[in-house]
T-cell receptor, first 112, second 114 residues
Framework: AQSVTQLGSHVSVSEGALVLLRCNYS??????LFWYVQYPNQGLQLLLK??????LVKGINGFEAEFKKSETSFHLTKPSAHMSDAAEYFC??????????FGKGTRLSVIA | ETGVTQSPTHLIKTRGQQVTLRCSSQ?????VSWYQQALGQGPQFIFQ???????GRGNFPPRFSGLQFPNYSSELNVNALELDDSALYLC?????????????FGSGTRLTVV
């Protein structure tokens, strides 16, 4: 069965600092991996997805994530945080023909 | 192209009542999934419909049921509402079955059961 662990339910960074949100997954077959962002009282917006092409995936709003099979990780990074990045971030996994399995989310706060 | 739209945006129901939530898929998408997101949690898969047939279900009781229509819009029905059913319900559509095609999520319906 697939599972996702997001380390840190809350991460706080200063504006302009590096953002690092951690995601480790468990999957019996090569997975598809996703990062979604959720702003208050809104649905989920796709930031980026890994579908077995390049291991370094670039997404919207300057975010990127690197798939590391040996570490079963798919951490999300952004070089410089903006105030508008404050939101809830979810990592999700699917082996392919099964639905997405989400982590519990990480709330990102950006301090001015 | 239009995205995924859900209605209503907010709903308050009494325990024991029944509720119907609606979802219009993104144009060209024939697969619809429903997720329940409790407060402070990640979304949990309820079920998926492909060409009007349910073809996957999560760990939810039978009082959670759904429909998909020929135009690929969808409904989620919940009978005998319980307090724990209070959550954000998210609909997601995909152009085909399979996670590799990606999912587009709607903004959700916030259900409160009192």
């Amino acid at each position: 069965a697939q599972s996702v662990t997001q380390l840190g339910s809350h991460v706080s960074v200063s504006e302009g600092a590096l953002v690092l949100l951690r995601c480790n997954y468990s999957s019996s077959v090569p997975p598809y991996l996703f990062w979604y962002v959720q702003y208050p009282n809104q649905g989920l917006q796709l930031l980026l997805k890994y579908t077995s092409a390049a291991t370094l995936v670039k997404g919207i709003n300057g975010f990127e994530a690197e798939f590391k099979k040996s570490e079963t990780s798919f951490h999300l990074t952004k070089p410089s945080a903006h105030m508008s990045d404050a939101a809830e971030y979810f990592c999700a996994v699917s082996p392919g023909n099964t639905p997405l399995v989400f982590g519990k989310g990480t709330r990102l706060s950006v301090i001015a | 192209e239009t995205g995924v739209t859900q209605s209503p945006t907010h709903l308050i129901k009494t325990r024991g009542q029944q509720v119907t939530l609606r979802c219009s898929s993104q144009s060209g998408h024939n697969t619809v999934s429903w997720y329940q997101q409790a407060l402070g949690q990640g979304p949990q898969f309820i079920f998926q419909y492909y060409r009007e047939e349910e073809n996957g279900r999560g760990n939810f009781p039978p009082r959670f049921s759904g429909l998909q229509f020929p135009n690929y819009s969808s409904e989620l029905n919940v009978n005998a509402l319980e307090l724990d059913d209070s959550a954000l319900y998210l609909c997601a559509s995909s152009p085909r079955q399979g996670a590799g095609y990606g999912y587009t999520f709607g903004s959700g319906t916030r259900l409160t059961v009192v």
